[in-house]
């Protein structure tokens, strides 16, 4: 055989075997390049995916951590209301004497001493109203409601409109904010 020969022999198989196009540079080299650049794009897209991951991640944990402080400042706030919700309770019965000494002292003829107690009344009172204290308006002749009253007793209505209605306020009620902490004590006419 001829050097000739040979030689076209060699070219006939280098261009008889497949060759990979993504993995062949120009030169007709199998490019190391574009086998990099593949990985990259692979790497890349992971990157993307753990970025995705890692921002659902920290938007998940911002959310709970809001709600977290949402619940303990309602909470909080909860506490402060019912930590004055006992001491005010506990000075109803307060209220009520002065009520009744106010009743007794306008019967007396020292009106000064009348003065000087009903201003410590009036102070007393607007006090706790700062505090959030409310009188549940009550008077004779509303309608009873179970919801909003207390009844103590039922006697026979003095008049047929007063039928299923309040006869007599025996104790007021309050509300401290919103809530009712001292249901009205009532006689309702049958």
């Known amino acids: 055989m001829s050097k000739k020969n040979k030689a076209e022999e060699m070219d006939e198989m280098v261009s008889d075997a497949p060759i990979n196009d993504a993995m062949q540079d120009n030169d007709g080299k199998v490019g190391e390049e574009n086998l990099e650049a593949q990985e990259e794009l692979t790497a890349e897209e992971q990157l993307q995916e753990d970025l995705a991951k890692e921002k659902d991640k920290f938007l998940r944990l911002f959310a709970e951590f809001e709600n977290y402080k949402r619940r303990t400042s309602k909470e909080r706030m909860e506490l402060f209301k019912t930590a004055g919700q006992e001491v005010i309770v506990s000075l109803l019965p307060v209220i009520d004497d002065f009520d009744r000494a106010m009743k007794e002292l306008a019967k007396s003829d020292d009106k000064e001493m009348y003065k000087g107690v009903e201003l410590i009344n009036n102070k007393f009172n607007e006090v706790l109203?700062?505090?959030?204290?409310?009188?549940?308006?009550?008077?004779?002749?509303?309608?009873?409601?179970?919801?909003?009253?207390?009844?103590?007793?039922q006697i026979p209505a003095p008049d047929k409109k007063l039928k299923g209605k309040i006869i007599d306020v025996i104790e007021k009620g309050f509300t401290l904010g919103d809530k009712?902490?001292?249901?009205?004590?009532?006689?309702?006419?049958?």
Request: hydrophobic share 35%; charged share 30%; aromatic share 2%.
């Open 129 to 153: 109203k700062g505090k959030g204290l409310q009188v549940i308006e009550t008077k004779q002749g509303d309608n009873f409601d179970a919801e909003l009253h207390d009844a103590i007793t």
């Open 180 to 190: 009712i902490i001292r249901h009205p004590k009532v006689v309702v006419g049958n």
